[in-house]
């Protein structure tokens, strides 16, 4: 079994981390998940949370707002619609992306409400999971 895989930030301007790392936590879709190095290969989308990368070079924490994972027992790639690093996360921006979650859920009606609200409220958790 290997000890780290090669785990890949990237959001739509840039490649955001690149690193060698020994577990990820990822906001899946269908709940959070830890991800290691031998994982079964798994392709997921993501939900707006904490995304948390351990390596041997220490540990790096992300606001992400969606996208997908991609893990296989080698690699695992990460694909975010918006993604901060936690100490680049100001107040401000945290209210813009909640701003933007309330207004859509305020919108949205049926099914598609449901969805906004739970965007909304999972934001909020990260919010509060990242002190920001």
Do not use: C, W
């Not at 209210?95 to 409220?121: F, I, Q, V």
Request: aromatic letters at 4%; hydrophobic letters at 40%; proline letters at 5%.
């Amino acid at each position: 079994m290997a000890d780290t895989v090669q785990f890949e930030l990237v959001s739509p301007e840039r490649r955001l981390l690149s690193v060698a790392a020994t577990a990820v936590e990822l906001p899946a879709m269908q709940g959070d998940m830890t991800a290691m190095p031998d994982h079964e290969p798994t392709i997921t989308s993501l939900r707006p949370g904490v995304l948390n990368v351990t390596g041997p070079e220490g540990a790096n924490r992300y606001l992400v707002t969606g996208g997908f994972a991609e893990i296989s027992p080698e690699s695992m790639s990460v694909l975010a619609e918006r993604a901060v690093h936690s100490d680049d996360l100001t107040r401000e921006l945290m209210e813009e992306y909640l701003a933007e979650a309330r207004s859509a859920a305020e919108a949205a009606s049926g099914d598609d409400a449901d969805t906004a609200r739970k965007r909304l409220d999972d934001l909020e958790a990260a919010r509060v999971q990242l002190g920001a």
